[in-house]
């Protein structure tokens, strides 16, 4: 898999995309991720990337000009299976959709900045919209990490352990049972015996029922859906 990730701060995707599963994966050579600044495909000799909205509004806009190049020189070198724009109003990002997402072989993730990005290109260059929250972020670098991680981690062979994407929580719609660990007892505080237990079976049915019960009473809506 590839992911191309457009962006006018590149420095703030060096530490998340540089470390744990996102960097033994691209070490394995499961996922290529590779950050393109947008200002080197700008021919303003300031290397701006953006310009005042028309209309008067406060704020600043991202020019098309630049992430059309820099699009345009991706798409000649391979296709791509999506264009996505990090937006507040666009599609509620879900394991679902990451799950979706991990199939894919090619995705371009394109970053908002400042007041937002010339209209047109969501309406002619983009394919799909994600936003990771209803709140508003200074720019879209922290959920395109937010993204790639989600993603890269269910690439076959980028956990140690591929069970363990599994039993996430959301992957079937509900919040993953509480873990524990040694010491069996600590302060007066015992893990739950049935864990301790060694039959499988009871322990299985156990953490179905604490998953469904932490469900039910922090994300009651994921059972409705």
Known sequence: MRIDILTVLPEMLESPLGCSILKRAQDKGLVEIV?????????????KVDDYPFGGEAGMVMKIEPVDRCISALKAQRTYDEVIFTSPDGE?????LANRLSLLDNIIILCGHYKGIDYRIREHLVTMEISI??????????????????????????LGDEQSALSDSFQDNLLAPPVYTRPAEYNGWRVPDILLSGHEARINEWKHEMAL?????????????
């Not at 393109?36 to 300031?46: E, F, G, I, P, S």
């Not at 509620?92 to 679902?96: A, I, T």
């Open 92 to 96: 509620q990002f879900s394991q679902p």
């Open 133 to 158: 929250g209803d709140y508003v972020l200074t720019g879209g670098e922290i959920p395109a990490a937010v993204i790639a991680d989600a993603v890269v981690r269910l690439i076959p062979g980028a």
């Open 213 to 225: 019960q932490r469900t039910r009473q922090l994300r009651p809506h994921l059972l409705d859906e």
């Open 35 to 47: 950050v393109h600044n947008l200002r080197d495909y700008t021919h303003d000799k300031y290397r």
